[in-house]
């Protein structure tokens, strides 16, 4: 079970990774990421924020995938934590951001892989 979490969770982040790059491609979803200040398009400084986030969304999949002992990877304990907190981090950000339609949207979805992550960390204590 403690490895279909970690891959569900990792699943998870690789779908957020597609929402970046679709993003950093020009897809009108402004008002779905980063306090939905911008309608449509991101401009380039929201653009480099999404490229930013891909290379912490792939850090954390594989993070868990390590705890939950996933082959090849080892990685030390501590990046367990670290995606564990940027995950709560990132649920509590969704959760009070002035855009309804983020909120609606990511809120649940980041509390969902927020629940996943520390369902490894705490099983792997």
């Given at each position: 079970?403690?490895?279909?979490?970690?891959?569900?969770?990792?699943?998870?982040?690789?779908?957020?990774?597609f929402f970046q790059i679709a993003l950093i491609a020009g897809a009108p979803l402004g008002e779905y990421t980063q306090?939905?200040?911008?309608?449509?398009?991101?401009?380039?400084?929201?653009?480099?924020?999404?490229?930013?986030?891909?290379?912490?969304?792939?850090?954390?999949?594989?993070?868990?995938?390590?705890a939950a002992g996933f082959p090849g990877l080892g990685w030390p304990r501590w990046t367990a934590y670290a995606a564990?907190?940027?995950?709560?981090?990132?649920?509590?950000?969704?959760?009070?951001?002035?855009?309804?339609?983020?909120?609606?949207?990511?809120?649940?979805?980041?509390?969902?892989?927020?629940?996943?992550?520390?369902?490894?960390?705490?099983?792997?204590?």
């Open positions: 079970m403690l490895t279909q979490i970690a891959h569900l969770y990792a699943t998870a982040c690789l779908a957020v990774i306090g939905g200040q911008q309608k449509g398009a991101l401009n380039a400084k929201g653009r480099i924020i999404a490229a930013v986030s891909i290379p912490v969304l792939a850090f954390q999949g594989f993070a868990i995938l390590s564990l907190s940027v995950s709560v981090i990132t649920m509590i950000l969704n959760g009070i951001t002035p855009s309804a339609r983020e909120r609606a949207v990511w809120f649940p979805v980041t509390t969902v892989m927020a629940g996943l992550a520390a369902y490894v960390v705490i099983v792997t204590l």
